[in-house]
Nanobody, 115 residues
C-alpha cells in the first residue's frame, strides 16, 4: 500500500506563493489518481485539486487560476503550486491517493496565510 508524506507548508503573506509536495512510496505511483484536499479550522475537508493517472486535472472553483497540481511519476511525487494566496487558503493540506476504490491519506501539512 502506498504511503504519503506531505511537505512544504508554512507561513506566507497574502499574495505570496508556496509549493507543496507529496512523496509517495511504492512502485505503482503512476497508476494512482492523486488529490490535494484541505481542512480549515471548524470546516469540513474539501477537495482542492485532483490529477488522474493520465494527467487530467480539475480544481475547486475557489482556487482555479491560482493553484496548479502536477505530478512527476519518476520521483513518485505530486505537487501543488499555490500563488496569489489568500487568508482563506489557511488550512491543513492533505495529499490523497486513489486506486481501484482504495484511498490513502497523508498526515497533512499546515499552510497559514497571514500578514
Amino acid at each position: 500500500q502506498v504511503q504519503l508524506v506531505e511537505s512544504g507548508g508554512g507561513l506566507v503573506q497574502p499574495g505570496g506563493t508556496l509549493r507543496l509536495s507529496c512523496a509517495a512510496s511504492g512502485s505503482i505511483f503512476s497508476l494512482y489518481a492523486m488529490g490535494w484536499y484541505r481542512q480549515a479550522p471548524g470546516k469540513q475537508r474539501e477537495l482542492v485539486a485532483h490529477i488522474t493517472d493520465s494527467g487530467n486535472t480539475n480544481y475547486a472553483d475557489s482556487v482555479k487560476g491560482r493553484f496548479t497540481i502536477s505530478r512527476d511519476n519518476a520521483k513518485n511525487t505530486v505537487y501543488l503550486q499555490m500563488s496569489s494566496l489568500k487568508p482563506e487558503d489557511t488550512a491543513v493540506y492533505y495529499c490523497n491517493a486513489g486506486l481501484s476504490g482504495m484511498t490513502v491519506w497523508g498526515k497533512g501539512t499546515l499552510v497559514i496565510v497571514s500578514s
